[in-house]
């Protein structure tokens, strides 16, 4: 089993949709969580991080963790065809694993007008 | 956020080659690392990049294939070795800086062996 499951997708919505992804992770000492978003032939940008339990938004962006089913989630209001591009959850633990990201295989988003 | 660029920002190189690869950041950082990024697949970490210091490696990654080098607090190398198609893959480099949580990655450098 992998440390951090994400469907690769693709997933493909119309604009003004709003799209969920999603993450499950199997290592309860994990305790940070990221999102980041990567156009092709790009690096990974960083969309949005948190450490608790609950919803965190910026913008149309909302982050959503539940550590009780190790399960997080990215929400995204009134999709943009900008939007199109892969999202990639990435989660790290504390003390030694400081900064060390294990991340998601990545989901393949597609807006069409 | 942090500005990082890498150099080159991509190669094709014979196999038996290698190739270092460079990574400059526009201000201090506190941490920096370097992931691979296989065709079609997510990012692995391969080291953490320490200052004046050894890289500290992951499992499956070792210093005579990925020797990394840091000599200052804005500045990374990590080298190819011995390179095999297999090795073909976008190689990044990424910082934290102060002791954030925030990481942020260079634009990549696209490697292609043959």
């Known amino acids: 089993q992998k440390e951090v499951e994400q469907d690769p997708g693709p997933l493909s919505v119309p604009e003004g949709a709003i799209v969920s992804l999603n993450c499950t992770y199997s290592?309860?000492?994990?305790?940070?969580f990221m999102w980041y978003r990567q156009y092709s032939r790009k690096g990974p940008e960083l969309l949005m991080y948190?450490?608790?339990?609950g919803n965190k938004e910026d913008g149309r962006f909302t982050a959503q963790v539940d550590k009780s089913s190790k399960y997080i989630s990215l929400f995204i209001r009134d999709s943009q065809p900008s939007d199109s591009a892969t999202y990639l959850c990435?989660?790290?633990?504390?003390?030694?694993?400081?900064?060390?990201?294990?991340f998601g295989q990545g989901t393949i988003l597609t807006v069409h007008p | 956020s942090a500005v990082i660029s890498q150099k080159p920002s991509r190669d094709i190189c014979q196999r038996g080659t290698s190739l270092t690869i460079q990574c400059q950041v526009d201000?201090?950082?506190?941490?920096m690392f370097w992931y691979r990024q296989q065709p079609g697949q997510s990012l692995t970490l391969i080291a953490t990049?320490?200052?004046?210091?050894?890289?500290?490696?992951e499992s499956g990654f070792v210093i005579d294939k990925f020797p990394i080098s840091r000599p200052n607090l804005t500045f990374s190398t990590l080298t190819v070795s011995n390179m095999s198609p297999e090795d073909s893959s976008i190689y990044l480099c990424?910082?934290?800086?102060?002791?954030?949580?925030?990481?942020?990655f260079g634009p990549g450098t696209r490697l292609t062996v043959t």
């Open positions: 990424s910082v934290i800086r102060d002791l954030s949580y925030e990481q942020y």
């Open positions: 290592n309860s000492a994990f305790q940070y």
């Open positions: 948190t450490y608790s339990s």
């Open positions: 990435a989660i790290q633990g504390g003390g030694t694993s400081y900064g060390k990201l294990t």
């Open positions: 201000s201090q950082v506190t941490m």
């Open positions: 990049a320490n200052q004046g210091s050894e890289a500290t490696y």
